[in-house]
């Protein structure tokens, strides 16, 4: 018996009869041999850890634009934090952590540079829209390694393009809506209490806010420390799910109540407010530039691209684009558009 066989029994004589056991995964797009160590749900963390688009993380916004302070969050401490709530939450329910782990981490390798503002220009230029959930998933599927892909399990792809809601329900009453395992619904419930406290936890730094201005029933249910805050939507989500055994995800309902109010106090007094609008306002003119410099060079500046695949002109800048990094995007748009100073040599 492989480690690999030695690890899917454990799984099964361990984990709760809802979670997603490895072997009983419904495979690849293209199939492959298993591994003799690592579980597939495993294998494909580590190809996600491993990709150029997780190491791009690091230099996309989270919220706060090209932030000069070390602390603030970028979109890859955004699914780190993710990746360990939701595993916490995942071991609790005796779900199959590797797979959570796996899903946290892929989450928003699609994600543009500049935030949701950047998301805003690509959804409003590119022909059909955009939305990064549906990017992430084609960065796993056809553009990881040179075209090939990461050749992700299907319950990885699926929690990836199913962990986006918006200002949507945290967890959708239709089941077509919500990952097909309980573990991408985990992933789905940990990615807003990651980011309703990081951010509110950055807001408070960068002093957009003052602590005073948090609604008071928000600090009563949920606590008054960011700390307190994610413990108690954790301990919620866990012991209210295994009140009904896990026949479905679930938070009570004055813990929802306090989530969705911090949501909508966070969309009104940070992410829509005037201070953040004007500099998404400068991101978005720094994108729609390159867009249409882009899509009037795509011979020129694509010319490593075989010309098949250059046919839909939009679909490659808007992929090119889509991948940049905040200082990239900065860095080409000087570049490109600025006077540069002349060297004599």
């Excluded at 591994?35 to 850890?49: A, H, M, N, P």
């Excluded at 990615?191 to 602590?211: G, M, Q, S, W």
Aim: charged residues 35%.
């Amino acid at each position: 018996m492989t480690i690999r066989e030695q690890t899917e029994e454990i799984e099964r004589r361990t984990l709760h009869p809802k979670a997603c056991l490895s072997s009983n995964s419904k495979g690849r797009l293209k199939q492959e041999r298993e591994g003799e160590v690592r579980t597939c749900f495993q294998r494909d963390r580590d190809r996600i850890i491993h990709s150029k688009a997780f190491r791009r993380l690091k230099h996309k916004t989270q919220v706060f634009l090209a932030p000069a302070g070390d602390h603030y969050r970028t979109r890859l401490t955004h699914v780190l934090e993710v990746s360990q709530i939701a595993r916490t939450i995942a071991r609790a329910l005796r779900l199959n952590e590797d797979l959570t782990e796996a899903i946290a981490l892929g989450h928003d390798l699609g994600h543009t540079p500049f935030g949701h503002a950047g998301e805003a220009v690509l959804r409003e230029i590119y022909p059909g829209g955009f939305e990064h959930y549906e990017q992430s998933l084609r960065v796993v599927d056809f553009l990881e390694k040179d075209g090939k892909g990461l050749n992700l399990t299907h319950e990885v792809r699926n929690g990836i393009v199913k962990h986006s809601k918006g200002k949507g329900l945290i967890l959708p009453e239709k089941r077509s809506e919500r990952a097909d395992t309980f573990e991408g619904q985990v992933v789905r419930v940990s990615d807003t209490i990651a980011y309703v406290n990081h951010d509110l936890d950055d807001a408070l730094r960068a002093e957009v806010l003052k602590k005073s201005d948090i609604p008071k029933e928000v600090l009563k249910i949920l606590g008054d420390s960011h700390s307190k805050r994610i413990d108690t939507m954790v301990k919620d989500l866990i012991y209210s799910s295994q009140e009904k055994d896990l026949e479905e995800l679930c938070l009570g309902d004055n813990i929802s109540s306090a989530i969705y109010t911090l949501r909508d106090f966070l969309y009104e007094r940070v992410y829509e407010s005037k201070r953040l609008i004007k500099e998404f306002r400068k991101a978005k003119k720094v994108l729609q530039d390159l867009y249409s410099y882009y899509l009037e060079h795509v011979d020129e500046v694509f010319a490593d691209i075989p010309k098949e695949k250059k046919s839909d002109k939009h679909r490659v800048v808007c992929d090119f684009i889509a991948g940049m990094t905040d200082r990239f995007a900065l860095m080409t748009y000087e570049k490109l558009f600025l006077p540069q100073q002349w060297t004599v040599l």
